[in-house]
């Protein structure tokens, strides 16, 4: 398959391809160019076109350009007519979330640069949650949430989920677990808003239709003073995707997908190559065009088309979560009826949804056809190390870890219950369960499971011999402290020279992440952890869904 | 403007993007303008230039008659794509940056999750302050997370400038916003033997390619690429390049 260079124009820069899947195995049959690191260019001229000046509104009513829905958001949020991608616009901050590592530090900036006196700027649009190092004994994690609840007290701060008694979270009626998951739960995105966030995959609230991303302490410092930050307008890569999803296939497989590496020389130590041009795509890509972990830096990434439609708020979510690790700014999903009923009995704050206009602008267009999706994992030690789960099933593992923003939702769990259920087996390695929130550990203890005759999915876990359900907060996705519930401690596994190896539900698998430098983390969906848990290896789900 | 950089490297690095190593203790030198900021966000900070005690670090010498600082120091060469994980590991994220005490902690662990085939390693166990001065990065410099305890981690260790091929959004804005370290964007690859980044050119020789600084406050790297300066230029001396680029606006400030 000739590769297709796109060539710059001055005409609106849209690409569209149509992506089929039969690239995805490892034996392609296109002879496609790949880029080696040595020879590739690594000028990037040709992806973007030339920048758009501002337009003035016509004297006769406005003519407006068709904006995207990231750039009516901000255009919205910054009170401006009209916005182009890299413009610079001051733009004014729905909802600021921050949590126990990074809120001490913005409090610290804070306080330094508007006066220890100083008050937030609005003490009923900043959420701070305690999620990250909790469930712990060291001193300064915990000394960090009395950081939090000392400025909450003196601001006056509406939403603050505090905990208290570490030895048992349902003692803190008030703490709610993974900020993420949290601010979804209750209420606090809505379609058209902005949301800042101390954190990089504040990008996972995108699935309601928002603008999302994850800032800095500094940025937040300000943020707190003023309600607003400078931020610049990001182009939009647009990403149809339509069919309908096998059974076996999850949200986390999909947005696997574009983080593919390309083939070409790269060390099993994870340096990747980063960099894709995207004149260089061939025709053929599957999904979104292997655009690794900076394909997407500085874009927003929108996502349309009848299967992200079909798609439930967590599925979602879990979407929109790892755009940053594609380098995105922010991802997003439009409101649909789906987005309403899940808003319900959440919020009564009134809320404007936006969409993308017909003739919007798009950076590149991609298209997909899902029924032809394979179950994912992306391999040690990056997320764009792609590769499919049937083609690691003689990788033998050490444990199984479901849980965090990404897949420690309700929906995570339920889908894992399901495969345990179909199997009907008990677990060949230690399989850790971190529910997100105190809600999402509730569902799993009392939410039936479809099929079961009634089973809740903590009853199916048990039976399957997975660890007891922990305390919800980030554990051990980004290691933490040295006594995190499932952090990767030990280098090797017990059985001798090779290290530990991971199947997790999480975002990031760069060395250390969870724990131990040299430990192995494979990223999965649930439905591939608990496979994988069943059989001691990576595992394909299809192995027991199908 | 007249700005001129030059880090020269030592000649025996070999061109290979693999594993990086460290350069052998040849001093490099840095020059910055010591001008102050065009075109760039008002609100930075300005650091002064650290002296050096002992170990030969960044230390600046006297202005000189065009208006630049020069910074000699050791440079840390690393990959790509190194994530904040490996800049500074979440344990140490308890730290909080805005406490003296605590900044300086989170500077002994810079660059700790650097995994073992790193042989050289840029902080020895008990130092707080590192001997290299600058970082040295590949393509996604930064990438991961949005803690801003990444470039304080390497600022507090005494890092005065990262050149890499490329940033990851997040860790550039929050380098620019803390004012911790100085994020340059070279077009070369790390094994260049020799790098001259002069306003608004970096030149690298001997391949001679040539890219161009970018502007303070201005974090899209595609934007930027946009405006480059051609990618081959016959060799010149850094006086020709002036004369010769037509320079967008470039603001730099002196560490």
Not at chain 1, 245 to 260: E, F, G, N, T, V
Not at chain 1, 427 to 433: A, D, E, M, R, S
Request: hydrophobic share 35%; proline share 8%.
């Amino acid at each position: 398959m000739a590769s297709s260079a796109i060539a710059p124009t001055s005409a609106p820069f849209i690409n569209k391809k149509e992506l089929g899947f039969s690239a995805l195995s490892s034996s392609s049959p296109f002879s496609i160019q790949r880029c080696k690191r040595t020879t590739v260019s690594k000028k990037i001229c040709s992806v973007m076109a030339p920048q758009q000046s501002e337009r003035k509104p016509a004297t006769t009513g406005s003519v407006k350009t068709g904006m995207t829905m990231t750039e009516k958001i901000l255009a919205r949020a910054s009170e401006k007519p009209q916005l182009s991608p890299g413009e610079n616009v001051w733009v004014n901050v729905d909802i600021l979330m921050t949590h126990d590592v990074c809120g001490p530090g913005s409090i610290g900036i804070f306080k330094k640069e508007f006066g220890q006196d100083a008050k937030v700027w609005d003490r009923e649009k900043i959420v701070i949650i305690p999620d990250h190092y909790i469930f712990t004994s060291d001193e300064r994690a915990n000394r960090n949430v009395d950081i939090l609840r000392d400025f909450c007290t003196e601001q006056n701060i509406k939403y603050f989920y505090d905990i208290k008694d570490l030895s048992n979270f349902k003692a803190n009626p008030d703490y709610k677990g993974v900020c993420h998951v949290a601010l979804a739960q209750e209420g606090h995105c809505r379609p058209g808003e902005v949301l800042l966030g101390t954190d990089s995959h504040t990008c996972t609230a995108g699935a309601f239709g928002q603008f999302a991303t994850g800032i800095g302490n500094t940025d937040a410092g300000f943020v707190l003073g003023t309600g607003k930050l400078l931020l610049k307008v990001p182009p939009t890569l647009r990403f149809i995707m339509d069919g309908e999803m096998s059974d076996y296939i999850m949200a986390k497989d999909l947005i696997l997908q574009p983080l593919k590496q390309p083939p070409g020389p790269h060390l099993t130590s994870g340096t990747s190559w980063a960099r894709v041009p995207l004149g260089y795509l061939p025709q053929f890509v599957p999904i979104i065009g292997e655009i690794s972990v900076a394909g997407a830096t500085y874009k927003a990434m929108e996502f349309v088309g009848t299967t992200v439609e079909s798609l439930n708020m967590e599925e979602r979510m879990t979407l929109c979560n790892m755009v940053v690790e594609a380098g995105g700014k922010n991802g997003l999903v439009p409101a649909d009826t789906t987005t309403y009923k899940y808003l319900e009995d959440k919020t009564s704050v009134p809320y404007e949804p936006v969409y993308s206009d017909a003739q919007a602008r798009y950076l590149s267009e991609y298209r997909f056809d899902i029924s032809k999706l394979e179950p994912l994992v992306a391999k040690p030690h990056s997320p764009d190390n792609r590769a499919l789960a049937r083609e690691c099933k003689d990788v033998k593992i050490d444990r199984v870890y479901i849980g965090s923003c990404t897949g420690g939702k309700t929906e995570d769990f339920m889908a894992a219950a399901k495969l345990f259920l179909a199997s009907g087996k008990k677990v060949k390695v230690p399989t850790f369960l971190v529910p997100a929130t105190q809600k999402v550990w509730l569902d799993i203890y009392t939410l039936p499971v479809p099929g079961s005759g009634g089973k809740t999915c903590s009853q199916i876990f048990e039976e399957a011999g997975c660890d007891t359900p922990a305390s919800p907060s980030c554990g051990a996705c980004l290691g933490g402290p040295k006594d995190t519930y499932a952090r990767m401690n030990e280098p090797k596994a017990s059985y001798l020279l090779a290290p530990q190896v991971c199947v997790s539900t999480t975002n990031r698998n760069f060395p250390g992440r969870m724990g131990h430098k040299e430990g192995q983390i494979y990223l999965a969906s649930p439905y591939t952890a608990a496979a994988s848990a069943l059989t001691g290896y990576v595992t394909d789900p299809r192995e027991f869904l199908q | 403007m007249a700005a001129s950089l030059s880090i020269s490297t030592n000649p025996s690095f070999t061109s290979s993007p693999k594993i990086p190593h460290t350069l052998s203790p040849i001093p490099h030198s840095i020059k910055f303008p010591a001008t102050t900021p065009q075109n760039s966000i008002k609100s930075l900070t300005l650091r002064p230039p650290r002296a050096s005690a002992v170990i030969p670090r960044a230390a600046a010498s006297q202005p000189s008659s065009d208006g630049s600082a020069t910074f000699h120091g050791v440079c840390y060469v690393v990959g790509d794509n190194i994530d904040t994980d490996q800049i500074i590991p979440a344990e140490y994220l308890t730290l909080v940056p805005s406490n003296p005490a605590e900044y300086e902690k989170l500077g002994s662990y810079a660059l700790c999750g650097l995994p073992s085939s790193y042989a050289a390693r840029f902080l020895e166990p008990g130092e707080t302050k590192s001997k290299y001065s600058i970082v040295i990065g590949g393509a996604n410099f930064g990438c991961g997370s949005s803690r801003e305890h990444a470039p304080v981690a390497l600022g507090a260790a005494g890092t005065a400038a990262v050149v890499a091929e490329s940033y990851a959004r997040i860790f550039f804005r929050n380098s620019v916003a803390t004012g911790e370290v100085y994020p340059l964007e070279s077009e070369a690859p790390s094994s260049s033997p020799l790098l001259y980044l002069a306003s608004p050119a970096v030149v690298i020789s001997p391949t001679h390619r040539a890219s161009s600084l970018f502007s303070l406050g201005d974090p899209n790297p595609h934007h930027r690429h946009a405006t480059r300066a051609p990618p081959s230029l016959a060799p010149a001396s850094l006086a020709l390049l002036r004369r010769t680029i037509v320079a967008p606006n470039v603001a730099l400030i002196s560490l």
